[in-house]
């Protein structure tokens, strides 16, 4: 009787687990310009527990979201996509913001989004945020603007200069590693206090030396190591930390909820603080990192974990300038004609068409002076520090921007650009000319009917800014 009934159970568990059936057409599921997503976002035989998480975006909407216990970040940035219909580029983040320390990151793709939260404080009201962060695996693309040749040496049998690129396979190999080197200000454990010391990065650890900046081992003090910690960049700047500096950042050990476990640095500049942060990523996560960044170009051809280079962004000097007005196009080899086409096509805007078309398709009139604040790219009213604020928050790369209101001159507008790992920001000034109004940002030379021929015009040519327009700052809504 008893064998009957273990036999009657062990079938009825059987009925519960559906058989995993081959697909006959693979070829037709994994295009390789296809977005990649994650096989935890298909649905499986087995049940999993699921969860409740809220994520915020920009403008402070919420959305709660079902997911299974073991989702990762990239997988709940794929699901907000699908379900709100955004564009895959690659760059979506999730940001993790404890806001009790004024502390922030971006929690990394391969990350499980439970774990992230289970080392919050229940009386801290720490948030999870849904936005792009441009900078998250730029310095792959580009690794000459994050490490400076003055902060990085190299082992001893490194006899050959090493490129840029060699630099990133040192990072991912097991073997070598190169050394990050550098003034940090260091919080003194317990005290306001903070201190200048010369910091070592090495495979095994943060070092500082207690002897100027001398890099023998009895003058070398361990600071700390990383695989039980994160690292979380300084919101705030001064304000809550007392720091000398606003390029905060700070390591904060798992299961910590107070300030007196934090381990709080500062460096001199951004160049300086992206440096020390990005090898700090490279030396936790290594070839995890690098995997994280290829997922999305698996199945495309030259993409090999050595081939690094093959994945190189178009640069601005690979781009040429043409001339369609003849029977024949023809690239522009002088640079003072392609300068003087650039000023006539800038010229030529405001000449065409007075209708243009809205978001939804119908016809607004260029007479009206306030269809900018349809437009993504543009603030309406926030300050410099809330600007420099939403730059940083979606990253220091060449190119991103948004436009806002002028606070000192509320008739004028104020372009605000992240270029060379700062921020900078251009006056946009209105100009009337025979009863008409125009706006212009090199004291009308180059002139524009609205801000949107403005901004659509430095998305095309550089003009007096210091690179193209090519990523804006947005508020999205969940």
Partial sequence: MEVQIQKIKKKDDNVLEIPSIPNPFPELCCSPFAS???????????????????????????RALEVPSDIT???VCQLLILKNHYID????????????????????????????????????????????NYAKYEFF????????????????ETNAAVSHTGILQMFLSSSTYPEIHGYLHAKEQGKKSWKKLYFLLRRSGLYFSTKGTSKEPRHLQFFCEFSNSDMYMSLTGKKISGAP??????????KSGGTRDLKQLCADDEQSRTCWMTAIRLL????????????????RSGCSPLNITSMKSISENSLVAMDFSGDRSRIIENPTEALSVAVEEGLAWRRRGCLRLNSHGSPIALSNMAIHRSQSWFHHKISREEA?????????????????????????????????????????????DDGKLF??????????TDLIQLVEFYQLNKGVLPCKLKHYCARIAL
């Fill in 388 to 432: 420099q604020r939403l730059i940083l928050q979606h990253g220091l790369v060449d190119g991103v921007f948004l436009v806002r209101d002028s606070q000192s001159n509320p008739k004028t507008f104020v372009l605000s650009l992240s270029h060379g790992l700062k921020i900078k920001h251009f006056q946009i000034v209105p100009l009337e």
């Fill in 89 to 132: 580029d690659h760059s979506w983040t999730l940001f993790e913001q404890l806001t009790h320390t004024g502390l922030g990151r971006a929690i990394e793709d391969h990350e499980l989004v439970m774990e992230v939260q289970s080392n919050w404080v229940m009386e801290e009201e720490n948030k999870l945020y849904f936005r792009k």
């Fill in 245 to 254: 500096t606003n390029y905060g950042f700070c390591f904060k050990p798992n």
């Fill in 36 to 62: 990649v997503l994650s096989a935890s976002l298909l649905p499986k035989a087995t049940s999993r527990k699921k969860q409740v998480i809220k994520v915020y975006s920009e403008d402070d909407t919420s």
């Fill in 73 to 75: 970040a990239r997988d």
């Fill in 141 to 156: 693309k580009n690794p000459l603007s994050f490490f400076p040749d003055h902060m990085i040496s190299f082992p001893s």
């Fill in 439 to 448: 706006y212009t940002l090199d004291d009308g030379h180059t002139r524009f």
């Fill in 284 to 299: 936790k996560y290594g070839m995890q990192l690098y995997q994280n960044y290829m997922q999305p170009y698996q199945g």
